[in-house]
């Protein structure tokens, strides 16, 4: 029973940040199947270049992960306007994009892997990964922020003394 109760509180601890990392994994989930195949069908299909097409497929799927975390994951957080927030998450998007360019770059240009499998592993397993991680930190860190605490009259008067 005491495992159990440990287990109980642990969870209770930690509740939110675990609702948090399961909705942005199935928002990330679904981003994830829209970027294998809209950079398969681009590079593979269409016969773009591997760095562009994962590109593409990548600002499209952060765009509709803005909303979809907006409005799920992290509704509960301040809401500090679509002018400040859009253009962030972007902006740490095309950083998580670069952290999951690398492994293509590294497996096309030095390793000179061309395989459909070859490009699979390093942009949508290994540089996916990593951009997760980074989004997940960054976009709690610095997109949607914790709401601000209310003032009472006396944190205010505390805070001119």
Known sequence: MAAADYLRRLYTTFQALIHEIAK???IG??????????SNSLHLGAGVGPLTSLGVAMILAATLSYFANRHW??????RT??????????????VGFAITEIP????????????????????????TGFGTIWR?????????????PQRTDDAAHEALV
């Not at 994951?73 to 301040?78: I, V």
């Open 24 to 26: 942005f994994g199935l």
């Open 136 to 148: 997940f930190w960054s976009f709690k860190r610095w997109v949607f922020l914790e709401p601000e």
């Open 81 to 94: 306007g679509l002018q400040r927030e859009l253009p962030l998450f972007l902006a740490l998007s095309v």
């Open 73 to 78: 994951t992290w509704r509960h957080k301040e």
């Open 29 to 38: 989930a679904i981003a994830y199947v829209f970027t294998v195949v809209v």
């Open 104 to 127: 293509v770059a590294f497996s096309e240009y030095v390793m000179h892997q061309h395989s459909a499998l070859a490009y699979n592993i390093s942009g949508n397993l290994i540089g």
